[in-house]
């Protein structure tokens, strides 16, 4: 095997990876627990974890999270050894490949992370690159159009929050 650049900043990246797994974690995970056990609200969430530590399981996008680790990794890795080879064989030749492979891996992975919910993020993708792309290319408004876009997309997104601020409620009468 050769010793390059690559070959080292892979196994100094492994290394810390396993270092920080095996050797943080449960120095962290020791004292948060101890902690947690003193209150039955922190206690009642607590669930085994696969290495046997016990995990603080009420955040549910922490507990999504966990559940989708090993597919995510699954998917990292795949899609870094098909991106290897892809260039490794082509060699600069015929670069609209990995184009393509990029953004059908983009769309899977949008697909799997928020199903149906991917049509609106498409949606919201698909008028945000139409509003650049429609407007003048030096067009002075284009960023203040865009920028409008993105707060107002915002605002809909968090508006289940902001309606609670007395600057955003609508006076009755």
């Known amino acids: 095997m050769l010793v390059t650049k690559a070959n080292l900043v892979i196994v100094f990246f492994v290394f810390s990876l396993a270092s920080f797994y095996f050797l943080l974690i449960p120095f962290i995970n020791i004292s948060i627990s101890s902690k947690c056990h ?40 795949s899609t870094s050894i098909i991106n290897f080879i892809l260039r490794f064989y082509l060699k600069g030749r ?9 953004f059908i891996i983009g769309i899977l992975h949008l697909v799997y992370l928020h199903r149906y919910h991917s049509i609106v993020v498409l949606v919201i993708a698909c008028v945000g690159f139409l ?3 429609i407007t ?23 508006s289940y ?8 409620q609508v006076p009755h009468y």
């Open 136 to 158: 003048k290319r030096n067009s002075t408004w284009k960023h203040l159009i865009i920028w409008i876009y993105a707060v107002v997309i915002i605002l809909l997104k968090e």
């Open 38 to 77: 003193s209150t039955w609200m922190c206690r009642r969430f607590l669930r085994p974890s696969y290495e046997n530590f016990e995990v603080d399981q009420s955040d549910s996008q922490w507990r999504e999270f966990r559940a989708t680790i090993p597919i995510l990794v699954l998917a990292a890795t």
């Open 161 to 168: 929050r902001v309606k609670h601020l007395q600057y955003f």
């Open 94 to 102: 015929f670069q609209y490949i990995t184009s393509y492979f990029y």
């Open 131 to 133: 509003l650049g792309f």
